[in-house]
T-cell receptor, first 114, second 113 residues
Framework: DSGVTQTPKHLITATGQRVTLRCSPR?????VYWYQQSLDQGLQFLIH???????AKGNILERFSAQQFPDLHSELNLSSLELGDSALYFC?????????????FGPGTRLTVL | DQQVKQNSPSLSVQEGRISILNCDYT??????FLWYKKYPAEGPTFLIS?????DKNEDGRFTVFLNKSAKHLSLHIVPSQPGDSAVYFC????????????FGKGTHLIIQP
C-alpha cells in the first residue's frame, strides 16, 4: 500500500460526458502528479501540482483540467469525453517538487467511455 | 516521438538466473533515471534510481547500470525470483525540472520455475 488513494476505482460513462477523478496523496506529501496509461501510449505525464499551485503541464488535453485543494487532495476533471479517453488514470505523490523525490503511485482509476 | 524506449515487450527468465531489462533514451537533457515495477491492478512501485553522475547503483538483488554515451540503461535482477514477475517500467526526468516522469512502455518479465 503506497498510502496514495484514488477514487473511484472504476468509472463507466458515455461520450460527451464529464467526470471527476479524485486523489489523496500520502500524508505530508505536497506534490501530486497525474498520469494517463492507455493501451498504445504507456504512462504519460499530464500535470503536476505542488502545494496548491500548478508546477508543470505535460500532454494534457484542453478538455482536461486539474486542481489541488488546501487539504492537498487533487481532482482531475475530464470533459466532453471521447472513446479515446478510455484509459487508466494514476496519480502519484511526492514530498517535494524535485525530480529525485520518489513518486508514490495510487492504484489508479479505470475510465471506460462507451 | 518516444523519448524513453523499452524495445522488449516481454522477457522470460528461469528462476535463479539473471534478468536483464534494457532501456534507451533519446533526450540528452535527462539526468535522472528510475525503474518502477507494476503488478496487475496496482499502481507502479518505485524500485531503484540512478543519477547521471553515476554509472551504477545497487540495492540488494537489483542493480541499475547507466551508459550515458550510449544513452542506455539496464536493470539487472540477480537471482530472479517468482515474485519478480511483473511489468517493469523505465522512466527518466530532469533533476532541475518540475515535469513528471517520462516512461517507457514497459517490459513484462516472466520468471519461470
Amino acid at each position: 500500500d503506497s498510502g496514495v488513494t484514488q477514487t473511484p476505482k472504476h468509472l463507466i460513462t458515455a461520450t460527451g460526458q464529464r467526470v471527476t477523478l479524485r486523489c489523496s496523496p500520502r500524508s505530508g506529501d505536497l506534490s501530486v502528479y497525474w498520469y494517463q496509461q492507455s493501451l498504445d501510449q504507456g504512462l504519460q505525464f499530464l500535470i503536476h501540482y505542488y502545494n496548491g499551485e500548478e508546477r508543470a503541464k505535460g500532454n494534457i488535453l484542453e478538455r482536461f483540467s486539474a486542481q489541488q485543494f488546501p487539504d492537498l487532495h487533487s481532482e482531475l476533471n475530464l470533459s466532453s469525453l471521447e472513446l479515446g479517453d478510455s484509459a487508466l488514470y494514476f496519480c502519484a505523490s511526492s514530498g517535494q517538487t524535485g525530480a529525485t523525490d520518489t513518486q508514490y503511485f495510487g492504484p489508479g482509476t479505470r475510465l471506460t467511455v462507451l | 516521438d518516444q523519448q524513453v524506449k523499452q524495445n522488449s515487450p516481454s522477457l522470460s527468465v528461469q528462476e535463479g538466473r539473471i534478468s536483464i531489462l534494457n532501456c534507451d533514451y533519446t533526450n540528452s537533457m535527462f539526468d535522472y533515471f528510475l525503474w518502477y515495477k507494476k503488478y496487475p491492478a496496482e499502481g507502479p512501485t518505485f524500485l531503484i534510481s540512478i543519477s547521471s553522475i553515476k554509472d551504477k547503483n545497487e540495492d540488494g538483488r537489483f542493480t541499475v547500470f547507466l551508459n550515458k554515451s550510449a544513452k542506455h540503461l539496464s536493470l539487472h535482477i540477480v537471482p530472479s525470483q517468482p515474485g519478480d514477475s511483473a511489468v517493469y517500467f523505465c522512466a527518466a526526468s530532469r533533476i532541475g525540472g518540475a515535469d513528471g516522469l517520462t516512461f517507457g512502455k514497459g517490459t513484462h518479465l516472466i520468471i519461470q520455475p
